[in-house]
């Protein structure tokens, strides 16, 4: 402790990324976001109908020759992909052909089959809603050839609804070669990149007997379909949603993730601590998913305040993977702990301060032609937002301030970053992604966005804060 502290008999400041909130954060860890396989099938499920009335192609596609695959390929539309709400054409983005599923048939259905299972124990395992395969809902979208050179580029699939969590790809065994797909997300640490592969032509080209491949993902994480090589790769494509219910309880099997044990056994530790957080405070974990919701909001009205809010709860149930565990065990520790959205924001265009503005909803944003008097900071707290700031930073500037003004800043809510802090992001890229519109098709009212949990935490003995 330095003299100047002793001598004014303050506090010390708390330390540095307190020890316990690194053990927290490193108790959560990610599984890949993805699963993927092989599904042997008969031969009577790979029967493809497909071109206009009166004209109808069938054909194999286990056995279907290269003239035939030629023939499909002829008869698919180029395939659009969504940027900005805008559906748009364009080869260095997209090459490939697509038919809309009103346009095809085809006698496999990936709803009936293991499918379903794999997507639920896979992605769904650490969902806090309980979910029952036979209740999840898989809607085939689209077909799509991928001939000599097709790509597909780095994207996320677009939202179609709040309750949509996941896109399911079937790869028929027509023979190709390259077209593997790259899936990415963001490592631990700053910068880092953590890339998957499923390479589906090899892992055909090593059946024995008639089979399709398959890869479920979550659709909020990046994605990219690799330059073909050779022959046709031929998908299809089902949207994965969550059924509006929780499914009934399981009365035989229970199973608990590991994230669930070691984050579990973290935060007690924290919690039992009295040297953590001896006055109390706020903890913001960071999510790794992004999570639908509508773009925003317009009238301000209470209605539209209190569905906005409603909105954002909804979510609760549907975190995805690891997200969900930490909701699900602060509250099980009695903690108080919601989902929040994050703005970045400055008090006015020559401010260098990058503040950061806390909601408990998507906050209702002024038309791009209308005429706002305030800063965008200033604004989101008009509107119902919270001013936030790294709870450390604001206590040493504080503690160095020697003129007797306060910049709007230092009101802020002090905050623990547990994961994901805004800050150490790299540039303004994460805040720039936290509205992502670009995707397979164009939808304006339901976008991603990143979601932190907030939880409050109170002074040892008084660790859970009641909340009316
Ligand atoms: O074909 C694939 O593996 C993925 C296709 C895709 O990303 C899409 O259609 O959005
Ligand atoms: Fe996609």
């Given amino acids: 402790m330095s003299k100047r502290k002793q001598d004014k008999n303050e506090e010390p400041p708390p330390p540095r990324w307190p020890k316990h909130l690194k053990y927290m954060k490193s108790s959560i860890v990610a599984k890949p976001p993805y699963c993927q396989g092989t599904l042997t099938l008969p031969d009577s499920d790979f029967t493809l109908f497909y071109g206009p009335e009166g004209h109808a192609h069938r054909i194999n596609l286990s056995t279907a020759s290269a003239e035939q695959l030629q023939h499909l390929a002829d008869t698919c539309a180029p395939a659009t992909f969504g940027v900005a709400g805008e559906d748009v054409y364009d080869e260095s983005y997209r090459k490939a052909g697509k038919l809309d599923n009103k346009d095809f048939s085809i006698t496999f259905d990936g709803r009936s089959s293991r499918l379903a299972e794999a997507v639920r124990t896979e992605l769904l395992l650490e969902n806090p809603m309980r979910v029952k395969s036979q209740d999840l809902k898989m809607e085939l979208y689209k077909l799509n050839v991928y001939g000599k050179d097709a790509f597909f580029k780095a994207h996320v699939d677009t939202p179609r609804s709040e309750l949509m969590f996941g ?65 046709h790769r031929v998908t299809i494509t089902y949207n994965l949603y969550y059924p ?208 932190w949990i907030l939880a409050r935490v109170g002074p040892p003995g008084l660790r859970a804060i009641v909340v009316a």
Wanted: proline content about 6%; glycine content about 6%.
């Fill in 167 to 231: 896109s399911l790809v079937i790869v028929f065994p027509t023979p190709h070669e390259g077209g593997a797909l790259k899936l990415r997300a963001a490592g631990r640490h700053e910068g880092e990149t953590l890339e998957w592969t499923f390479d589906s032509s090899s892992l055909l080209a090593q059946q024995e007997h008639p089979s399709i491949a398959y890869v479920a993902f979550f659709s909020d994480v990046e994605h990219e379909v690799m330059p073909v090589i050779s022959g």
């Fill in 244 to 451: 509006t219910n929780e499914s009934a309880p399981s009365t035989e099997l229970n199973q608990i993730s590991t994230n669930e044990q070691s984050f579990q056994e973290a935060l007690k530790a924290a919690l039992r601590d009295p040297s953590f957080l001896p006055t109390g405070g706020n903890l913001m974990f960071g999510l790794r998913h992004q999570y639908p919701l509508a773009t925003s909001y317009k009238s301000g009205s209470k209605e539209e305040k209190e569905a906005a809010k409603a909105a954002l709860r909804a979510l609760e149930p549907r975190l995805k993977a690891s997200d969900g565990v930490i909701l699900k065990v602060l509250r099980a520790n009695a903690l108080d702990a919601s989902l929040r959205i994050l703005y970045e924001a400055r008090w006015s265009q020559w401010d260098s301060h990058n503040s950061y503005v806390m909601a408990d909803r998507v906050l209702p944003l002024p038309d791009a032609g209308s005429m706002v008097m305030k800063g965008a900071a200033e604004y989101l707290v008009a509107v119902g937002g919270e001013l936030v700031e790294d709870a450390v930073s604001l206590a040493e500037r504080l503690e160095k301030r020697t003129r007797t003004y306060y910049d709007e800043w230092d009101k802020a809510t002090p905050v623990y970053w547990v994961t994901d802090h805004p800050y150490l992001q790299t540039g303004p890229e994460p805040f720039k992604r936290t509205i992502k519109t670009y995707g397979n098709e164009p939808t304006l009212d339901v976008v991603y966005w990143r979601v």
